[in-house]
């Protein structure tokens, strides 16, 4: 184990400072990306079932790509692993979606509550990287928590409250993870240089 004041781990803090500021405007990007997408699936929760399927199919994929092309700009920062697995996930279970809606639903809110705790996971693991390097690393963290908790929140009500809840509750976590990065990204634009 390496004591916080060797300076190898000055280097890997140095570089983890570097990456966060040499990249704020893609987690900018984002999170603005991502509250957009979030507050769309806010104001339409009660779609029916069939259209809530194909929209959040598409907010995955969406999501999923822009996610997985802003991590990979930014291989260099911690987390990158976690970080890509999730945007690929979300890429996969989009197209589910929107290739097979109907079929679909029911079984969204058991993969939801599976991206989720995966999700919740990683912020939470990533928030602890971040919380000897930035200030607002509790963002990230409350991110993680949020997951968890809209986790619980799907599995408690699954079957009945899937028509609904899925619109309100993906939206709510995009909304969440994209406060976090843009977050993440005024942290690293307000960094100094080394």
Do not use: Y
Request: hydrophobic share 65%; aromatic share 10%.
């Amino acid at each position: 184990m390496v004591d916080s004041s060797s300076p190898q781990l000055e280097q890997i803090q140095r570089k983890f400072a570097e990456a966060i500021q040499a990249h704020w405007k893609l987690f900018l990007i984002q999170g603005i990306v991502m509250i957009l997408l979030g507050l769309i699936a806010v104001a339409l929760p009660n779609i029916a079932t069939l259209a809530i399927a194909i929209f959040i199919g598409w907010l995955f994929l969406i999501g999923g790509v822009v996610r997985a092309l802003s991590v990979w700009r930014a291989r260099a920062a911690p987390g990158f692993g976690w970080s890509l697995a999730t945007a690929l996930l979300a890429i996969v279970l989009g197209l589910i979606l929107v290739l097979r809606p109907l079929e679909g639903v029911l079984t969204l809110t058991m993969v939801l509550i599976a991206l989720f705790i995966i999700e919740g996971v990683a912020a939470i693991v990533i928030a602890l990287e971040f919380r000897k390097h930035i200030r607002q690393w509790g963002w990230t963290l409350f991110n993680g928590i949020v997951d968890l908790v809209l986790a619980w929140l799907i599995f408690q009500g699954w079957p009945s409250t899937a028509a609904w809840a899925i619109g309100l509750l993906v939206g709510i976590n995009m909304l969440f993870l994209g406060l976090s990065l843009t977050m993440t990204a005024l942290a690293g634009r307000a960094m100094r240089p080394s």
